[in-house]
């Protein structure tokens, strides 16, 4: 069974101060990693997806690599508005059904 | 571009009753699948449609869960009869295969509470 953990479950950063994610997971056939952002109240905005050991995507303030077991979100020098819950998730050799991690709360204080 | 889009947002309903979901996909995107989150959990996979069938139920926690994609446009979720362990968020996501691979889009999710 796929299984995706994300550390920590809580980030409480200062403006500015840059920091990393983790997504450490579990698939048979990997097929994609996902990162998503979700505001409260909102469903999961897509951010990136990752589909070989290596790879690595930039959008803005964010950064997210690849390796054969985890997946990093960098953000660097956030901002307020960066403030949300970051999912992870994996497709994998099963299908196209997408297996999510608990989710990382940053914070992000002015 | 229209996004994923769900209707109810918030539904309130008694134990015992149905609810009806609906979900209309992002125009021209022949998978379709439903999520749930009940409170303090991951967000757990339900279903997925490719067009009007249905290619993976696994996630269908009982028989009181019946969806359906009527000639692969919208789909609907029915819970009957509620239960409270039915509250939590629907989520609809939407997905195409091809050059972009399988980016997955969500919806902003259907908040269902069984009181």
């Known amino acids: 069974e796929d299984q995706v953990t994300q550390s920590p479950e809580a980030l409480r950063l200062q403006e500015g101060e840059s920091s990393s994610l983790n997504c450490s997971y579990t698939?048979?056939?990997?097929?994609?990693l996902f990162w998503y952002r979700q505001d409260p109240g909102k469903g999961p905005e897509f951010l990136f997806t990752l589909y070989s050991a290596g790879e690595e995507k930039e959008k803005e303030r964010l950064k997210a690599t690849l390796t054969k077991k985890e997946s990093f979100l960098h953000i660097t020098a956030p901002k307020p508005e960066d403030s949300a819950t970051y999912l992870c998730?994996?497709?994998?050799?099963?299908?196209?059904?997408?297996?999510f991690g608990g989710g990382t709360r940053v914070l992000v204080k002015p | 571009e229209a996004g994923v889009t769900q209707f109810p947002s918030h539904s309130v309903i008694e134990k015992g009753q149905t609810v009806t979901l609906r979900c209309d996909p992002i125009s021209g995107h022949d998978n379709l699948y439903w999520y749930r989150r009940v409170m303090g959990k991951e967000i757990k996979f339900l279903l997925h449609?490719?067009?009007?069938?249905?290619?993976?139920e696994s996630g269908m926690p009982n028989n009181r869960f019946l969806a359906e994609r009527t000639g692969g446009t919208y789909s609907t979720l029915k819970v009957q009869p509620a239960e409270l362990e039915d509250s939590g968020v629907y989520f609809c996501?939407?997905?195409?295969?091809?050059?972009?691979?399988?980016?997955?889009?969500f919806g902003e999710g259907s908040w269902l509470t069984v009181v």
């Open positions: 449609f490719v067009k009007e069938s249905k290619q993976d």
């Open positions: 998730a994996v497709t994998g050799a099963a299908g196209n059904k997408l297996t």
């Open positions: 698939v048979s056939g990997l097929r994609g």
């Open positions: 996501a939407s997905s195409q295969w091809g050059t972009s691979g399988n980016t997955i889009y």
